[in-house]
């Protein structure tokens, strides 16, 4: 216990703790980040392959993408 209040009282081992903290608390925002633009980079592919087939509306490709239809669109636009 005294080892606690000792470590609590000194300045620069709360200073480390508090950046030690906020590495961690940047890591998981960077990997959240990341996981988030994966699954948005997997549903422009998946709309992309629907495009290339030439069955499905862009409503309907919207729909199962998880997109929305002007994202479809715009998708349709720069395939060209």
Do not use: W, Y
Not at 10 to 25: G, M, P, S, T
Not at 41 to 65: F, S
Request: aromatic fraction near 2%.
């Amino acid at each position: 216990m005294d080892r606690i209040r000792q470590l609590s009282a000194d300045e620069e081992a709360r200073r480390l703790a508090f950046v030690r903290e906020r590495a961690l608390h940047d890591e998981v925002s960077f990997l959240n980040e990341a996981k988030r633009e994966g699954r948005e980079e997997g549903r422009e592919e998946v709309a992309r392959h629907l495009i290339a087939l030439r069955l499905l509306t862009d409503e309907q490709i919207a729909a199962a993408a998880g997109l929305t239809e002007a994202a479809v669109k715009a998708l349709r636009d720069a395939a060209g």
